[in-house]
């Protein structure tokens, strides 16, 4: 079966950190530029970073620039996302999205993703 579980979220007060995990399986991650996408309550899809499969291509939403930081370990088949700097506003549900072709952030729609997971609830409140 092919799928991906994400997991890592919870609640935090702003400022905060928190380190989200995506974990590939029935397919290869190194087959496949990684994305991560978040839907705040009551909003469509947002997509916030992208990865290519080696690792060294990085591109982020303007709304994390600086405070997120994707990753990724081919050999344990696992994404990751580094939240820094949380603020009320990076409240969501984090879902792991993967792609054979790079498409710029910007161009993501609600269609591209495909539900591979059940996603991770990160919850930003004092």
């Known amino acids: 079966q092919v799928q991906v579980v994400e997991s890592g979220g919870g609640l935090v007060q702003p400022g905060g950190s928190l380190r989200l995990s995506c974990v590939a399986s029935?397919?290869?991650?190194?087959?496949?530029?990684m994305y991560w996408v978040r839907q705040a309550p009551g909003k469509g899809l947002e997509w916030v970073s992208a990865?290519?499969?080696?690792?060294?291509?990085?591109y982020y939403s303007d709304s994390v620039k600086g405070r997120f930081t994707v990753s990724r370990d081919n050999a344990k088949g696992t994404l990751y996302l580094q939240m820094n700097g949380l603020k009320s506003e990076d409240t969501a549900v984090y879902y792991c999205?993967?792609?054979?072709?790079?498409?710029?952030?910007?161009?993501?729609?609600?269609?591209?993703?495909?539900?591979w997971g059940q996603g991770t609830q990160v919850t930003v409140s004092s």
């Open positions: 990865i290519n499969i080696g690792g060294d291509r990085t």
């Open positions: 029935g397919f290869r991650l190194t087959n496949y530029w």
């Open positions: 999205s993967p792609r054979v072709e790079y498409k710029p952030l910007e161009a993501m729609r609600d269609s591209d993703y495909g539900s």
